[in-house]
T-cell receptor, first 114, second 115 residues
Framework: DGGITQSPKYLFRKEGQNVTLSCEQN?????MYWYRQDPGQGLRLIYY???????QKGDIAEGYSVSREKKESFPLTVTSAQKNPTAFYLC?????????????FGQGTRLTVV | AQSVTQLGSHVSVSEGALVLLRCNYS??????LFWYVQYPNQGLQLLLK??????LVKGINGFEAEFKKSETSFHLTKPSAHMSDAAEYFC?????????????FGGGTRLMVKP
């Protein structure tokens, strides 16, 4: 079955560490996105990528980095510069970066700073 | 610029009662509108979407929504709530093919269903 796989489901980070969240899709979608979810704040866009080897900052990109070396993969690194990284992170993809196409979401990664 | 407002961060209904979750949007161009549902510790699942055509849109699990341009609204309804409908619901807007025009989400509404 086609879909988006995020791993790990739970992740714990020590202060000052970088961590990488994995996102893989086998839907043959061109565009991929990372969102951060905090209670009561909905989803906020971190980064998005329309095509391989290209990506754009979203609304809250500071302290995060991404890469898009393959169409199927869009990993997110939470760097030590992100001062409040504890949140639920969601990866999504769309067939194209086009407004009328629905987004498909992964199951999320819950990151906790310990 | 586009934005979405969901009125009521928490809504509680009795099982069998009408479900009404409110969504108002702001957009300078005709919008595309979506409702997603999220169960605890899971991703979002599409309930329904409005792109063009019929303004009353039917989705999964008995939900439907009506696009009202004059009211800039896209409220989600279900005639009879079921315990399994308890979840968080997100309204989202997008405005088409253009760099930077992304899905913008509302703050979400948590639906609680009482037995």
């Amino acid at each position: 079955d086609g879909g988006i796989t995020q791993s790990p489901k739970y992740l714990f980070r020590k202060e000052g560490q970088n961590v990488t969240l994995s996102c893989e899709q086998n839907l043959n979608h061109d565009a991929m996105y990372w969102y951060r979810q905090d209670p009561g704040q909905g989803l906020r866009l971190i980064y998005y990528s329309q095509i391989v080897n290209d990506f754009q900052k979203g609304d809250i990109a500071e302290g995060y980095s991404v890469s898009r070396e393959k169409k199927e993969s869009f990993p997110l690194t939470v760097t030590s510069a992100q001062k409040n990284p504890t949140a639920f992170y969601l990866c999504a993809s769309t067939r194209r970066h086009q407004g009328n196409t629905e987004a498909f979401f992964g199951q999320g990664t819950r990151l906790t700073v310990v | 610029a586009q934005s979405v407002t969901q009125l009521g961060s928490h809504v509680s209904v009795s099982e069998g009662a009408l479900v009404l979750l409110r969504c108002n949007y702001s957009s300078s161009v005709p919008p595309y509108l979506f409702w997603y549902v999220q169960y605890p510790n899971q991703g979002l699942q599409l309930l329904l979407k409005y792109t063009t055509g019929a303004t009353l849109v039917k989705g999964i699990n008995g939900f439907e929504a009506e696009f009202k341009k004059s009211e800039t609204s896209f409220h989600l309804t279900k005639p009879s709530a079921h315990m399994s409908d308890a979840a968080e619901y997100f309204c989202a807007v997008s405005t088409g093919w253009n760099a930077g025009n992304m899905l913008t989400f509302g703050g979400g509404t948590r639906l609680m269903v009482k037995p």
